[in-house]
C-alpha cells in the first residue's frame, strides 16, 4: 500500500474551477494507477477518473467527461484532477486512491485511499 495525500478542495461558484492534488508518499508510485472518487452526503463512493501507471491511458465517468482532466507527475509522486465548468451536483467528497490491479475504473480494485477534500459549488 502506499499513503495518499490530496489536497487543492474548497467552495467555488457554479462554472468555476478547481485542481485537486493528490501526493504519494513512497518510491513505487509509478507502478500505481491511480484513480479519483467522490461521494456525496447520503450517496456510494463513486468513480470519478483514472488513469493508468504510465500516464498514457485516462479513463472518466461520462457526466465529467471534457470537463475534467487526470494528470499525473511520476517525477512528483502526484495525481492531479483538474476541473473545470464545476456544477453544484459536483458538490462531494473527493478521494484519490492506488491499485496495481487491471481494472481501474472499479472501486473494489483500490487498495489505498487519502482521507478526502471536499468541494463545494455553489449555484
Known amino acids: 500500500q502506499v499513503q495518499l495525500v490530496e489536497s487543492g478542495g474548497g467552495l467555488v461558484q457554479a462554472r468555476g474551477s478547481l485542481r485537486l492534488s493528490c501526493a504519494a508518499l513512497?518510491?513505487?508510485?509509478?507502478?500505481?494507477?491511480m484513480g479519483w472518487f467522490r461521494q456525496a452526503p447520503g450517496k456510494e463512493r463513486e468513480f470519478v477518473a483514472a488513469i493508468s501507471r504510465s500516464g498514457g491511458s485516462t479513463y472518466y465517468k461520462d457526466p465529467v467527461k471534457g470537463r475534467f482532466t487526470i494528470s499525473r507527475d511520476n517525477a512528483k509522486n502526484t495525481v492531479y484532477l483538474q476541473m473545470n465548468s464545476l456544477e453544484p451536483e459536483d458538490t462531494a467528497l473527493y478521494y484519490c486512491a492506488a491499485t496495481k490491479q487491471i481494472l481501474i475504473t472499479i472501486r473494489n480494485t483500490y487498495d489505498s485511499w487519502g482521507q478526502g477534500t471536499q468541494v463545494t459549488v455553489s449555484s
Open positions: 513512497g518510491r513505487t508510485f509509478s507502478t500505481y494507477a
